[in-house]
């Protein structure tokens, strides 16, 4: 089964501070793990995914396959980071995508 | 032009009936899903069809029903709606199976009366 885990739903961040989503997951074969993003009634779309080891608008997230993670980090969060951010993990030849329930990032000015 | 749209983008209908929506994309993919979004933005995947064959198919009531005319299109249709249908419903397709990147339509809102 697979299953990812985001504990915080809703996380307030000023401007210029840190921001840290985390996310863990459960899944015993080898994992693709992804971040996407949900700006106000808008679609969603990917952010970032483990493999392609980007930073995408200052984002950045590592697998950690030792404590089943793949947190997401910004080091300093701007307004336009005000979004929903979910987790999600899918595997090899797998056409299932669970996703986490998702955080609410707020940014304030 | 639109990756992958759906339509309609708002839904208000009344207890009971039965409405469709429909989603498209244009890039070629060959797997489309269905996901429902409740009112806590908590994403939950109904169906994936790969190729025009259903090959997920969650613990969703049988009056959802998916059905794919050709791979670029995946409609919903849902009969004797209920309250607890209301909520935000997305298409998404992606080249092949779930390890690869999902691209979604803009959702489309849900509310029964």
């Known amino acids: 089964a697979q299953r990812v885990t985001q504990p915080e739903k809703l996380l307030s961040v000023f401007k210029g501070a840190p921001v840290e989503l985390k996310c863990n997951y459960s899944y015993s074969g080898s994992p693709e793990l992804f971040w996407y993003v949900q700006y106000s009634r808008q679609r969603l779309q990917l952010l970032l995914r483990?493999?392609s080891r980007e930073s995408i608008k200052g984002f950045t997230a590592d697998l950690n396959k030792g404590e089943t993670s793949f947190h997401l980090k910004k080091p300093f969060a701007q307004e336009e980071d005000s979004a929903m951010y979910y987790c999600a993990l899918s595997g090899a030849g797998n056409n299932r995508l669970a996703f986490g329930k998702g955080n609410q990032v707020v940014v304030i000015p | 032009d639109t990756a992958v749209s759906q339509t309609p983008k708002y839904l208000v209908t009344q207890m009971g009936n039965d409405k469709s929506i429909k989603c498209e994309q244009n890039l070629g993919h060959d797997t489309m899903y269905w996901y429902k979004q409740d009112s806590k933005k908590f994403l939950k995947i109904m169906f994936s069809?790969?190729?025009?064959?259903?090959?997920i198919n969650e613990t969703v009531p049988n009056r959802f029903s998916p059905k794919s005319p050709d791979k670029a299109h995946l409609n919903l249709h849902i009969n004797s709606l209920e309250l607890g249908d209301s909520a935000v419903y997305f298409c998404a397709s992606s080249q092949a199976g779930g390890e690869e990147t999902q691209y979604f339509g803009p959702g489309t809102r849900l509310l029964v009366l």
């Open positions: 483990h493999i």
């Open positions: 069809y790969n190729n025009k064959e259903l090959i």
